[in-house]
Every structure is written in structure tokens, then in C-alpha cells.
């Protein structure tokens, strides 16, 4: 379940730190989410829109630009998911000319506010998963959001890790994927180099495998791998 709980950065109808859910809403929501066993996470910036929906029990904050120290707490405490979707507002950051000045002056503001936030995050040990907001920019460079988590603090274990068995863990789905186990699905990546010593060698998957099936199988550049020709690249650690 996804809701809207506070303003947005590209809306120009709202403040960004504007709660739209009462506390008395947004526990409804939760609770009746929970009882038909669906999880729930909420689009929200501001603070004070956080904190009301952490206290009613939502499953994750995706963006939380605007937390506060003492809120992130909270996330800790309650083990609520942070998706921080760093490579969206860096997208807007690098075409912040083309938006009208009142969303510039939002997006600048969220850009600012949501690195220290991360940084609090990652330094007090909230569960960290993995979305990107991808249409905010083009699909296709999801992997970016790596670098950004890294750059921030993150180790590259980590990072990695909130994309494969932190997401598995928040979606409920931690019994079947999210890490390499017998009796798990055998869903692989492989890619040129280390992303453990080098994070944006994640950028250059050249392998795919989905629930034990190659979809994919080639060099990042387009050169096509033959099935008989053994490959050189080196699973990422997913544990």
C-alpha cells in the first residue's frame, strides 16, 4: 500500500513539509493494511508528517528529506524502513534550471536537508532498503543510487545490501529472495570488477540470472558472450 502522507517537491500545490493524513488516518490505513497482511509506505518529506506516520506503524518512509535527528530515533526504535531515493533529487539537482523558481527553491532545500538526514540514518543503524523514484529520471540508472548511498556514509556491503536482502526483508518476501540460501530462488547478478572495493561497478551488470534461468548474459558494452565461452565476471555479494 502506498500513500501520500505529506507535500511533495514537485507539486506546486503544497508545501513539501505539509502533512495530508490526521494521526487518526494514517493508523487506519496502517491497521487495515496490515490485517489483509499488505505492507505499507508513505511518500513523505516532512517531519512532523514522518513522525505521526512511524507512530502509526507504517512499513516505510520513502524520501524523509526533512527528518529530524529525533525522528530518525524513532525509525530506529520501530524498525521502520527509510527508502531515501538520493539519485531522484540528484537528478533534479542537475536540471534545476528547467523547473519554476518555487520548486527550485523546494528542491534545493530537500537536496540539503535529506544528506545529513542519511547520514543520521546510516550513523544510528535505521534499516536502510532500496527504491530510486526512477521517472523522476530516466529508467535504466537505477544502480546510481549506490554511489550516492556510499558517498554518503554508507559502506558498499550495505548498500548492496539494502537492495537485495534489506527490500526482500521490508516486502515481506525474505523467505524466497534477497539472499543467495538452498531453497531460495536463484536470482543472480554478475558484472565486470568488485562493487565491494568499487560501488559503481554495479552500474555495469553484464549477467542476469531469474529464478535459476539466464535472461541475460553479455558484456556491459553490448558484446555479446556466447553460452560456451566461460565468463570472467564475479557475483556480487548479496548475503
Given at each position: 500500500?502506498?500513500?501520500?502522507?505529506?507535500?511533495?517537491?514537485?507539486?506546486?500545490?503544497?508545501?513539501?513539509?505539509?502533512?495530508?493524513?490526521?494521526?487518526?488516518?494514517?493508523?487506519?490505513?496502517?491497521?487495515?493494511?496490515?490485517?489483509?497482511?499488505?505492507?505499507?509506505?508513505?511518500?513523505?518529506?516532512?517531519?512532523?508528517?514522518?513522525?505521526?506516520?512511524?507512530?502509526?506503524?507504517?512499513?516505510?518512509?520513502?524520501?524523509?528529506?526533512?527528518?529530524?535527528?529525533?525522528?530518525v530515533t524513532m525509525m530506529k526504535k520501530r524498525g521502520t524502513?527509510?527508502?531515501?531515493?538520493?539519485?531522484?533529487s540528484e537528478w533534479i539537482m542537475s536540471k534545476i534550471d528547467?523547473?519554476?523558481?518555487?520548486?527550485?527553491?523546494?528542491?534545493?532545500?530537500?537536496?540539503?536537508?535529506?544528506?545529513?538526514?542519511?547520514?543520521?540514518?546510516?550513523?544510528?543503524?535505521?534499516?536502510?532498503?532500496?527504491?530510486?523514484?526512477?521517472?523522476?529520471?530516466?529508467?535504466?540508472?537505477?544502480?546510481?543510487?549506490?554511489?550516492?548511498?556510499?558517498?554518503?556514509?554508507?559502506?558498499?556491503?550495505?548498500?548492496?545490501?539494502?537492495?537485495?536482502?534489506?527490500?526482500?526483508?521490508?516486502?515481506?518476501?525474505?523467505?524466497?529472495?534477497?539472499?543467495?540460501?538452498?531453497?531460495?530462488?536463484?536470482?543472480?547478478?554478475?558484472?565486470?570488477?568488485?562493487?565491494?572495493?568499487?560501488?559503481?561497478?554495479?552500474?555495469?551488470?553484464?549477467?542476469?540470472?531469474?529464478?535459476?534461468?539466464?535472461?541475460?548474459?553479455?558484456?556491459?558494452?553490448?558484446?555479446?558472450?556466447?553460452?560456451?565461452?566461460?565468463?570472467?565476471?564475479?557475483?556480487?555479494?548479496?548475503?
Amino acid at each position: 500500500m502506498k500513500a501520500a502522507v505529506s507535500g511533495g517537491v514537485l507539486s506546486l500545490a503544497d508545501e513539501v513539509d505539509t502533512p495530508q493524513l490526521t494521526p487518526a488516518e494514517m493508523a487506519a490505513l496502517v491497521d487495515e493494511s496490515h490485517r489483509l497482511r499488505k505492507k505499507v509506505a508513505v511518500h513523505c518529506h516532512g517531519d512532523q508528517a514522518a513522525r505521526e506516520a512511524i507512530e502509526a506503524g507504517v512499513d516505510s518512509i520513502e524520501h524523509g528529506s526533512f527528518m529530524k535527528a529525533e525522528t530518525v530515533t524513532m525509525m530506529k526504535k520501530r524498525g521502520t524502513f527509510l527508502t531515501p531515493t538520493l539519485m531522484a533529487s540528484e537528478w533534479i539537482m542537475s536540471k534545476i534550471d528547467d523547473y519554476p523558481q518555487v520548486l527550485q527553491l523546494k528542491a534545493k532545500a530537500a537536496t540539503a536537508a535529506r544528506s545529513e538526514m542519511f547520514r543520521n540514518a546510516v550513523k544510528m543503524g535505521v534499516k536502510i532498503s532500496f527504491g530510486t523514484d526512477a521517472a523522476v529520471y530516466p529508467h535504466g540508472q537505477n544502480a546510481k543510487e549506490f554511489k550516492l548511498m556510499v558517498d554518503l556514509g554508507m559502506t558498499s556491503i550495505d548498500a548492496l545490501k539494502s537492495a537485495t536482502a534489506n527490500d526482500a526483508e521490508l516486502l515481506g518476501i525474505a523467505q524466497k529472495v534477497g539472499t543467495l540460501e538452498k531453497g531460495k530462488l536463484a536470482d543472480v547478478i554478475a558484472m565486470p570488477g568488485d562493487p565491494t572495493s568499487d560501488i559503481t561497478a554495479s552500474e555495469h551488470v553484464s549477467f542476469v540470472m531469474k529464478e535459476g534461468k539466464i535472461v541475460r548474459q553479455g558484456q556491459p558494452a553490448a558484446q555479446k558472450v556466447t553460452e560456451s565461452t566461460p565468463s570472467p565476471d564475479v557475483a556480487a555479494p548479496v548475503d
